[in-house]
């Protein structure tokens, strides 16, 4: 009793531990307020040669690279200079892709599927990324980078057929709907396994410089996909081998409902994450389309040139729910996405055509007007193959294709069980359709 005594008296002085629970500045009927970020100015950021060395970049990580000011005029030497017509292209994706979210996610709310996730507010961190790659470097995609697809030239038929899974479904209906595939855009199959993609997009690029190939990779995940132990795998081994990758992490300030305080964002920037596995990092604008083509397209040069890898992350905004099946009004203040100081990628392209002369808002109209239309016609077609529950699907059998070369026998088992039910549950119908 008394040696029991002691372990409970003992060290009774001492300050109690406590544990830190990370919570959101900001709830459901609050006002938000943005001002304790330090977005800095346009064109402070230094932009230093693509093959200095990480140690050389640790105000790069922790500071904002930003092209577009105020005045909608490019600034600092980030300036990509890109043409009119290229800034018109880039529009012009942007523009198709917010019609393909709006009229998906309507789909998905009449019944025509069972998921979809927009990317409103993030469009600049994938198209205007991609824009500055080569069209063959290999893509590990997130969930919320369809804006590639479509900069690439990937039929728009196809991925609403994928969406609806359908008969004209390339992948047959075994992926969850917006998890494309297509080897012939460099585009990698999208998983729903996070950060799965940022250690085989290393993989990739490891295996492309062993081939003493010239195409190089480009991986996106989530700031909460960075606390998964995947992601640390990967800049491990692309730091190590000097893998020619970029890694692209979308700091949208939300996962499904828990904000980026959990992933770490309270103690320090993402990018910063880059200098302690020496990887070369860069904080960049995320709604500054200038900004993203150039931070992607620096990170490409350094990759190329056998530089090393770089770590980018892009500050933006989750301006909608995080899915069809969120509801980000239970979580986070309705005031958010107005207060967002670094506006929307598509506002602000736009506004800066037009500050050049070279865009006005009634081209705006038409344009707007004429995706939505191309995006309306696309769907019709894609629904007379079929939507969710409506029966035209791929056949039966094909549950039991493509996995294997050679069937092997316990599958063999399963489809002759498979078919036998079926001809008992549906008999005079064809049982493998």
């Not at 991609?130 to 063959?136: E, H, Q, R, T």
């Not at 690439?152 to 359908?166: A, C």
């Not at 190939?213 to 491990?236: K, L, M, P, Q, Y």
Request: aromatic share 10%; net charge negative; proline share 6%.
């Amino acid at each position: 009793m008394a040696e029991k005594a002691t372990r409970e008296t003992a060290g009774s002085n001492k300050p109690a531990l406590e544990l830190h629970v990370p919570e959101p500045r900001y709830r459901p009927g609050d006002t938000a307020d943005f001002s304790h970020i330090d977005i800095g100015q346009p064109g402070d950021m230094p932009r230093p040669d693509e093959a200095c060395a990480p140690a050389d970049m640790h105000d790069l990580a922790y500071g904002l690279v930003r092209v577009l000011g105020d005045d909608n005029k490019a600034h600092g030497p980030w300036d990509p200079k890109l043409s009119p017509d290229t800034l018109r292209t880039m529009l012009h994706h942007f523009s198709t892709t917010r019609a393909f979210d709006e009229r998906m996610f309507r789909g998905q709310r009449q019944g025509k599927t069972s998921f979809y996730m927009k990317c409103t507010g993030e469009e600049a961190t994938s198209i205007a990324t991609s824009m500055a790659l080569a069209s063959d470097d290999m893509i590990f995609p997130s969930y919320r980078q369809q804006g590639i697809l479509i900069a690439r030239g990937y039929p728009m038929i196809e991925m609403i057929n994928q969406i609806y899974s359908n008969k004209g479904d390339k992948l047959k209906g075994r992926q969850l709907p917006i998890m494309y595939s297509s080897r012939e855009h460099s585009f990698f199959t999208i998983s729903g396994n996070l950060a799965t993609q940022t250690p085989q997009a290393v993989g990739w690029a490891m295996a492309s410089a062993i081939k003493g190939d010239t195409r190089i990779a480009a991986t996106w995940v989530g700031e909460g996909s960075t606390a998964e132990g995947d992601f640390h795998s990967a800049c491990t081994f692309a730091t190590v081998y000097n893998a020619p990758v970029i890694l692209n992490v979308i700091n949208n300030q939300w996962a499904i409902s828990s904000f980026s305080g959990f992933a770490g964002a309270e103690r320090t920037t993402f990018a910063a994450r880059a200098l302690g596995y020496g990887l070369a990092g860069l904080r960049v604008d995320g709604n500054d389309p200038l900004a993203c083509y150039a931070a992607e397209q620096w990170a490409a040069n350094r990759a190329r040139a056998n530089a090393g890898p770089t770590l980018i992350e892009f500050f933006t905004y989750r301006a909608e729910g995080h899915s069809t099946s969120d509801d980000p009004s239970g979580y986070r203040s309705a005031q958010e996405q107005k207060e967002w100081p670094l506006g929307d990628p598509v506002t602000r392209l736009k506004d800066h055509l037009i500050a050049l002369g070279e865009w006005d808002e009634e081209r705006q109209a038409a344009m707007d007007l004429a995706a939505a239309e191309l995006v309306k016609k696309t769907t019709k077609e894609a629904e007379a193959n079929g939507i969710l529950g409506h029966g035209l699907h791929h056949p039966f059998r094909t549950m039991f294709q493509d996995v294997y070369e050679d069937l092997p026998w316990h599958l063999e088992e399963q489809a002759a069980q498979a078919k036998k039910e079926r001809e008992i549950k549906w008999p005079g119908e064809e049982p493998w359709s």
